[in-house]
């Protein structure tokens, strides 16, 4: 056992970096424990991925991100995180991962992670919904073509690419790998594209409107095979060569990891945690919900801009409890 702690908190994006923050200016003793690298969601993103927020809009414990343009990159927001954990020296374990929270004895909960165990009084489960894709739950997706995750354009050059989704994620994925040089397609489950950054819808539905673009609307990827994939479209099965797969379906909390530490989800297709809106306190008395994990299978719900207040409402009834 190695240490005794007012709250732990598990994940250190942006929201958990928020709630240390908070923690420390109440006088709190806490350690953010963290199974990657810092703000590891961040880390993942895509290479040239702008944030729609403007940077005042990510800003936590009252640190300014200067940021040239409006808008941040993941490079600056990497800088700005990690410039805010340095300056703020907050505690922080990283690549080490939780993996269990039991309640223990009067007021405590029993952490045990992959490289210690701990206890605290308080437990902040900011945990995000990065790491667990939306399957497409089709014949071939488990062939390594198929990815869930998007980095670099380059790599997709003189390749045939299939990108499945009609929102932010797989729009940039499409104009970004088709102005490096690939033969794009997009699968789209909708007639028409769906919610994504004013100032790039407009350059995409150009593209498909030129043709430089091939759009299957109101289509779904039926099957994946080593040198080509089947399209449902309503005009009936379309089979198209390819190389790469890029499935932009979204992403979803950790809910096996949400119910093992006690917290209720709704038995609907939603998974909402159970939770007070107030103080973020969830069923389990002394256990709180921070950032986008919150938002259950809604992942637009919440992000980093209105995500932010989770950490004062915390520390504010932890210290009303005490
Ligand atoms: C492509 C993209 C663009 C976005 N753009 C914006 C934007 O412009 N503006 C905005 O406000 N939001 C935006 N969001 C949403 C928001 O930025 C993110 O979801 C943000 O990462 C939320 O912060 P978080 O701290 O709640 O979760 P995360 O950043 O996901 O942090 C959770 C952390 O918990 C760690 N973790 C998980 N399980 C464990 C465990 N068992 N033990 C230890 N650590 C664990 C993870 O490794 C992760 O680092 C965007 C999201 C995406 C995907």
Known sequence: MSHTYDILIVGG???GLACGLE?????????????GCLVNSLFHYP??????????????GGYPFPAIHPKPNRMEALEYYRRVADVGQLQIKLFEEVESIVPEGEGFYHITTNKETYLARHVVLATGFYDIPNMLGIKGEELPKVKHYYYDPHFYYKQKLVVVGGNNSAADVALETWRR????????????LGSIK???????????????IKAYFQSSLAEVREQEVDIQTPEGLVIIPNDYVMAMTGYRPNFAFLEKAGVQLSQDMKRYPTYNPETMETNMPRLYLAGVVCGGMDTHVWFIENSREHAVKIVRHIGQQR
């Not at 923690?23 to 199974?35: C, D, F, M, R």
């Not at 040089?181 to 028409?192: F, L, N, W």
């Not at 004013?198 to 430089?212: C, S, T």
């Open 47 to 60: 290479l040239h991925m702008t944030f729609f927020s403007t940077a005042d809009r990510l800003e936590i």
């Open 198 to 212: 004013y100032w790039v819808k407009p350059d995409l539905q150009h593209r498909i409107d030129e043709g430089a």
């Open 23 to 35: 923690a420390k200016k109440a006088g709190l003793s806490y350690l953010i424990v963290e199974k």
């Open 181 to 192: 040089g690939a033969e794009v397609s997009m699968v789209i489950r909708e007639p028409e």
């Open 13 to 15: 994006g942006p929201i």
